[in-house]
């Protein structure tokens, strides 16, 4: 069994910062990609960043320049950090992992979200 657990989120007013942690724990070989998504009230999830095993990282153009991904490999943790924050960063954060538990194959985990509020 794996987990993905996420934690950090919070309510924050605007121009603050947050950063996200997110775990992976259980019965995990290797991890490849690592991702965050948000969902805000009434819309799609969308692909926030992303990085991969070897620390090569993707941003939504809404987020580039205000959020930094990085992982520590040896705590098979994601982090987010998130500076800047506005009002439309509102939102549930996702943590996503691709986990290989030692079949050889990578199978998709996400985990439960942490909420992301931020005030005017």
């Known amino acids: 069994q794996v987990q993905l657990v996420e934690s950090g989120g919070g309510l924050v007013q605007a121009g603050g910062s947050l950063r996200l942690s997110c775990v992976a724990s259980?019965?995990?070989?290797?991890?490849?990609?690592m991702v965050w998504y948000r969902q805000a009230p009434g819309k799609q999830r969308e692909l926030v960043a992303s990085?991969?095993?070897?620390?090569?990282?993707n941003y939504a153009d809404s987020v580039k320049g205000r959020f930094t991904i990085s992982r520590d490999n040896a705590k098979n943790t994601v982090y987010l950090q998130i500076n800047s924050l506005k009002v439309e960063d509102t939102a549930v954060y996702y943590c996503?992992?691709?986990?290989?538990?030692?079949?050889?194959?990578?199978?998709?985990?996400w985990g439960q979200g942490t909420q992301v509020t931020v005030s005017s």
């Open positions: 259980g019965s995990i070989f290797s991890i490849s990609g």
């Open positions: 990085v991969t095993a070897g620390g090569r990282t």
């Open positions: 996503n992992a691709f986990i290989n538990s030692g079949s050889g194959y990578y199978d998709d985990y």
